[in-house]
C-alpha cells in the first residue's frame, strides 16, 4: 500500500530579491513498511523534503498525498492533527522537552491524543523497555547521553503508532558506534512493528542499512534504488 | 482535561527552569502589590480619620436640618419640635450619637474690633460636641450645663477681639423672626484647633444661649447623626428619608453637607490611583520581560511541539498558565507582605511627626500625624483582580507570538 505520494514538488525559498531553488521537480513514491533513507550533501533538500512530507512547511508547487490526502492544501490544525495521528519525528538535536522526564517526553503525544492512563503508561513502558531505557524512565533530558536522548526520541516517535516516521538526521549528533546502533534499532522497529521510516542521512554507515536509498543533489533526485543494487554515481561523495 | 492538566504541568515546571528568574520576578510583582495594598491602606487610613475629623467638626454623618437649609442657610430656618427626628433615629442600630444644635450666623463684637462668625449652640452635656473642642481647649474651660451667657471662641477671634477668658463680647445678628438681635456673652474659653476658619470665624455657645439670642422657646436647626461607621451612611440615609418624608426637613449625607472634603477626598484618591497606575505599569512590565525572554529562549522548543501534533491553540494556553501560575505565585507573596504591612501600620501606625506639625489641618478638618491604616475586603479583592488582569493582559503578547511560530521556522533558525 502507498503510504506517501510526492508528485512533481518543487520548493523555492524567497529572500528578497534572491529565489533559492530547493527542490525541483521531485516524484517520489513510499510502500508502507519502507525503510528508505533519503541522502545527498549538505543543502541538496533533504531537510526540506522531509519537512515537506512532514506538513511543516508547503512546497511552491506539486502535491504530496499521506495514504491518499492531499497534505499541500490541510488547513493548520488539520495538519497539526495528522501529524499528532499519523506521524512520528525524530530530529537532529534530540528536541525533547527539557523539563519532562523520558517516561513523560513519551508520554507526551499519547496526553495530547487522550489516551487513558492505563494505556499510555502500558505503552510508555513498553516502548522504553524496547528501546532499552528500562530504568532511566525518571530522568530529564540533561541526566542522559546523547544516544539516549535519541532513544527517547525514537520511542516517543513510535508512542502514538504513526503510519510514518520521518527522522531528520538522527545520527548527525552521536558517534558513530551510537549512530548505528540507533538505526539497528529503528530497523528492528520497522521490522516489528511495519512503521515506514524515511530518513535523512549523509552518513554512509546509515545508508548501507537502509533497503532503499534516495540520492538528492541540488533538490533533484538523482537516483533511487534498493540497497544492492548500483546506486548513481553520487553515492560515494558525501 | 488531561491535556489541560499536562498543559498546567508543563507551565509549572517552565517556570522554575530559571528560578532566579522567576524568583526576581514574583518579587517584583510581589512588592508591587504589597506597595499598593499599604499604599491604598495608608490612602484610605487617612481619608476615614479626615472624615470622622470633617463629621465631628461639621454636621455628623448625616445631617437633619430645615428644608432648605443648605441652599440658603438663615437663622428663620427652623426645625420647632425635633421629636419626630429623635423618635426616626431610636431604633436604628448604626446610630452611635446624636447631637441637637442651633446653628446660625451673626458678628462678635468687642470693644476693640468685631468679626463675623459662624455660631453653634450645643448641648453642653453632650459628650458629641464637648469631645471635638475641648482637647483643643489653650485657656479657659468647656461649656458647662447653666452656662447659658458663656463662649468658647478661637484663638486668631480672640486676637482680632483682643478679648481673653473672662472677658465679654457682644453677638449681633437677625432672630428667628427677621428682627435684630444681640446678646452679651462671656468668653470662657479658647480654643486653638490648627483649622483656619475654626480658629477666625467660629464660636460655640449653649443650645439655650442660641435660642435666647434667635428669640425661640424651643426648636433646633441642625441634628447632627453620628454612625459607628462612615461606610454605613448610604443605608441609613435611605431609611431616615423613608421616615422623614413628611416632614419639612432635608436629610443630607456628610458629601453634601461638605462637598470640599469630599472633593479633597476625591482628589486625594485620583493622585492615589495615578500611583497605583505607575505600579501597574512596573508590574506589567516585569511580567512581559520575563514571559517574553523565557518564550524567545524556547523558540526551538516550541516549534517542536508544535511539530509533534500540539496545536497552536494548546501552545498559547500553555504560555497563558506560565503566566497564570507566575500571577498567583506572586499575589500570594504579594498579599502575605502587603497584610502584613498593613497589619503593622493598622496597629502602631505610620507616625509623620517628623514631616510635619503636630496637628494636621487638611481640608478644613484636623487628622492626627499618626496615619493608621484601613483596607476594606472589596479594595483588596479588586486590587488582586485588577493585579491577575493585567498580568494575563502581559501574556498575551507572548503567547500570541509563541503560537503563530511556524514550526519549520522556529526548530531550524533558532
Known amino acids: 500500500m502507498e503510504i506517501i505520494r510526492v508528485e512533481n514538488i518543487t520548493k523555492i525559498y524567497r529572500q528578497d530579491t534572491i529565489e533559492i531553488r530547493a527542490l525541483s521537480g521531485i516524484n517520489l513514491s513510499l510502500e508502507s513498511g519502507e525503510f528508505a533513507v533519503v541522502a545527498g550533501p549538505s543543502g541538496s533538500g533533504k531537510s526540506t523534503l522531509l519537512n515537506l512530507i512532514g506538513g511543516l512547511d508547503r512546497p511552491t508547487e506539486g502535491r504530496i498525498l499521506l495514504a491518499g490526502e492531499d497534505i499541500t492544501r490541510m488547513g493548520k490544525g488539520r495538519l497539526s492533527q495528522l501529524r499528532l495521528k499519523k506521524m512520528g519525528f525524530i530530529f537532529q538535536s534530540y528536541n525533547l522537552i527539557p523539563v519532562l522526564t523520558a517516561y513523560e517526553n513519551t508520554e507526551f503525544i499519547l496526553l495530547l491524543q487522550g489516551t487513558s492512563y492505563q494505556k499510555r503508561r502500558q505503552r510508555v513502558m513498553g516502548l522504553l523497555k524496547e528501546v532499552g531505557l528500562k530504568g532511566l524512565e525518571n530522568r530529564r533530558p540533561y541526566e542522559m547521553s546523547g544516544g539516549q536522548q535519541q532513544r527517547v526520541a525514537v520511542a516517543r516517535a513510535l508512542a502514538s503508532n504513526p503510519d510514518l516516521i520521518l527522522a531528520d538526521e538522527p545520527t548527525a549528533n552521536l558517534d558513530s558506534k551510537t549512530g548505528l546502533a540507533l538505526i539497528d534499532m529503528m530497523r528492528s522497529m520497522n521490522k516489528s512493528r511495519g512503521v515506514t521510516f524515511l530518513i535523512s542521512t549523509h552518513d554512509t554507515q546509515v545508508m548501507n542499512k537502509a533497503r532503499r536509498v534516495i540520492l538528492l543533489r541540488d533538490g533533484q533526485i538523482t537516483s533511487d534504488a534498493p540497497v544492492g543494487e548500483k546506486l548513481g554515481q553520487d553515492n560515494t561523495s558525501f | ?414
Not at chain 2, 169 to 183: H, I, N, P, R
Not at chain 2, 233 to 256: A, F, I, T
Open chain 2, 1 to 414: 482535561m488531561k491535556t489541560i492538566w499536562i498543559l498546567i504541568k508543563l507551565a509549572w515546571r517552565n517556570l522554575w527552569r530559571n528560578v532566579r528568574r522567576t524568583l526576581i520576578t514574583m518579587v517584583a510583582i510581589g512588592l508591587g502589590l504589597a506597595l499598593a495594598m499599604i499604599s491604598i491602606g495608608l490612602g484610605d487610613g487617612g481619608h476615614q480619620q479626615m472624615i470622622e475629623s470633617g463629621v465631628r467638626m461639621g454636621a455628623g454623618h448625616i445631617t437633619v436640618q430645615p428644608l432648605g437649609y443648605q441652599k440658603n442657610p438663615s437663622n428663620d430656618k427652623i426645625i420647632l419640635n425635633e421629636a419626630p427626628v429623635l423618635k426616626a433615629l431610636k431604633d436604628i442600630s448604626q446610630v452611635r450619637e446624636v447631637s441637637l444644635r442651633i446653628v446660625g450666623k451673626g458678628l462678635l463684637s468687642s470693644a476693640a474690633n468685631s468679626s463675623g462668625v459662624t455660631f453653634r449652640g450645643v448641648d453642653p452635656s453632650e459628650e458629641g460636641d464637648k469631645s471635638f473642642l475641648a482637647p483643643h481647649l489653650i485657656s479657659g474651660e468647656y461649656l458647662a450645663l447653666r452656662d447659658t451667657r458663656d463662649i468658647l471662641i478661637g484663638e486668631k477671634l480672640a486676637q482680632k477681639l483682643k478679648v481673653s477668658v473672662g472677658k465679654k463680647a457682644v453677638l449681633m445678628g437677625q432672630d428667628a423672626s427677621g428682627e435684630v438681635s444681640s446678646a452679651l456673652f462671656r468668653v470662657k474659653g479658647i480654643y486653638k484647633t490648627g483649622v483656619s476658619d475654626l480658629d477666625r470665624y467660629f464660636c460655640v455657645i449653649s443650645l439655650e444661649g442660641a435660642r435666647h439670642f434667635l428669640g425661640l422657646e424651643q426648636g433646633i436647626t441642625q441634628v447632627a447623626i453620628y454612625l459607628g461607621s462612615q461606610f454605613e451612611v448610604e443605608k441609613v440615609l435611605s431609611l431616615l428619608r423613608s421616615r422623614l418624608g413628611s416632614l419639612s426637613v432635608e436629610v443630607l449625607p456628610w458629601q453634601e453637607v461638605m462637598p470640599d472634603l469630599l472633593r479633597f477626598v476625591q482628589l486625594d484618591d485620583g493622585g492615589n490611583y495615578l500611583f497605583l497606575g505607575i505600579i501597574l505599569v512596573i508590574v506589567a512590565l516585569g511580567i512581559l520581560n520575563t514571559i517574553l525572554m523565557s518564550v524567545l529562549e524556547r523558540t526551538r522548543e516550541f516549534g517542536m511541539m508544535l511539530a509533534l501534533g500540539l496545536s497552536p491553540r494548546f501552545l498559547f494556553l500553555m504560555i497563558i498558565f506560565e503566566t497564570t501560575l507566575l500571577a498567583l505565585l506572586s499575589m500570594v507573596f504579594g498579599s502575605a507582605l502587603g497584610f502584613g504591612g498593613h497589619h503593622y501600620f493598622a496597629t502602631v501606625g505610620l507616625n509623620l511627626t517628623g514631616f510635619t506639625a503636630e496637628r494636621l489641618t487638611l481640608a478644613g478638618t484636623i487628622i492626627s500625624p499618626i496615619l493608621y491604616s484601613h483596607l476594606r475586603p472589596m479594595r483588596v479583592i479588586g486590587l488582586l483582580i485588577i493585579i491577575f488582569l493585567v498580568t494575563i493582559v502581559t501574556g498575551l503578547y507572548p503567547a500570541v507570538k509563541a503560537s503563530r511560530l511556524a514550526p519549520i521556522k522556529a526548530i531550524y533558525q533558532y
